[in-house]
């Protein structure tokens, strides 16, 4: 597993649905608007089998968005710790 702590997988296994269905959304959408330029043989041909692949290289590149969000966030917050409140009663 990439992800270090239980909390970001489950941030990852949870951004998989939105992903998945916006990657599926853009796939119609670039098929929609291929489909008024493109004769109908050749989109149900070649362009259909092509979706896959464009719908697994738009889930990809949100997934490494993903992780870098989390990335940035995880910066600026950190939870606090006990040992950082033991030092803080001193």
Request: no cysteine.
């Amino acid at each position: 597993m990439t992800q270090e702590t239980n909390a970001r997988r489950w941030v990852v296994f949870l951004a998989s649905i939105p992903i998945a269905l916006g990657a599926n959304i853009a796939r119609i959408i670039v098929t929609a608007l291929l489909s008024n330029s493109v004769s109908s043989e050749r989109l149900h041909t070649v362009i259909h089998d092509f979706s896959g692949g464009f719908v697994f290289v738009i889930a990809g590149l949100l997934f490494v968005l993903t992780g870098v969000l989390m990335d940035a966030f995880s910066r600026y917050w950190k939870p606090e710790t006990a040992s950082s409140e033991e030092g803080r009663s001193k």
